[in-house]
């Protein structure tokens, strides 16, 4: 997939992306709920062009931080119909950043986390050489002690699915979510990818989100768990630095 910055006709900034939109078309359709955050509106969509605003970004402040964490309870209470569930109309194979990404529906987070989510990026990421034994050996434990280390199962919720502060931009209207990996899944992914890679006011984000949805007792000790996909991904997109804290991840889930 390919963008541009254009000019619309009526003179608005507006970002061109060409290619196999329809994910990113049907997962931005998908994020906006009720009482949800804002989402970058589509001005225009077809199966390989997909026209948004340039949004102004404001930067971020407290308050709009607190908004969000609230908004994204809600947006994650909409739930889908199962883990892996691609938005309605969306296509099976998707995309995270460049790297491929199925979603196939599950009944169980567990088992679909492992199976859909990490090992298919850690085989990646060992045969680009991007991990090393070691550290694979770390991340495939913890695939055998999922069921243990999994926490309270959850039901299924609508998940940005790339959430990190790239994709959050801070307009006049609150966080506006952009470029989605949408699908069911754990709400505590798109938390822990927050804090992966920093985010601001990211506590007081968690704390407007507690006061709508609070998160399962020994929520903290499973970030390590839910940022192993994330990293994995970068592994395979960026090399072997990410591949090493995957390891670390695992590691500290198993200490």
């Not at 196939?104 to 986390?113: D, K, N, S, T, V």
């Not at 859909?116 to 913890?142: G, T």
Request: glycine letters at 10%.
């Amino acid at each position: 997939m390919s963008s541009e910055l254009e000019r619309a006709g009526d003179g608005r900034r507006v970002f061109v992306k060409h290619g196999d939109v329809r994910a990113e078309a049907a997962g931005l359709a998908w994020l906006s709920v009720p009482g949800g955050p804002p989402i970058v509106p589509v001005l225009e969509a077809s199966a390989d062009r997909l026209v948004l605003p340039y949004l102004d970004d404001v930067g971020p402040d407290p308050e709009a931080a607190h908004r969000f964490g609230r908004a994204l309870a809600y947006m994650h209470a909409a739930g889908a119909p199962a883990f892996g569930s691609a938005p309605p109309g969306g296509p099976t194979v998707a995309a995270i950043g460049a790297a491929p990404m199925v979603n196939e529906p599950a009944r169980e987070w567990p088992a679909w986390y492992v199976g859909d989510r990490v090992l298919p990026y850690l085989r990646s990421a060992r045969d680009e050489w991007a991990i090393d034994v070691a550290d694979q050996e770390a991340v495939e434990q913890v695939c055998e002690r999922i069921d243990d280390l999994a926490g309270p199962l959850e039901p299924p919720a609508r998940l940005h699915g790339d959430l990190w502060s790239g994709n959050v931009v801070w307009t006049a209207d609150g966080a506006t979510l952009i470029d989605p990996a949408a699908h069911g899944g754990h709400r505590e992914t798109d938390l822990a990818m927050l804090a992966l890679f920093g985010f601001p006011y990211l506590d007081t984000v968690l704390a407007g989100y507690g006061e709508v949805a609070p998160l399962a007792a020994g929520w903290e000790a499973r970030v390590p768990l839910h940022q192993l996909f994330p990293l994995l991904v970068h592994a395979v997109l960026f090399g072997g630095a990410y591949g090493r804290q995957a390891g670390d991840a695992a590691r500290a889930l198993l200490s």
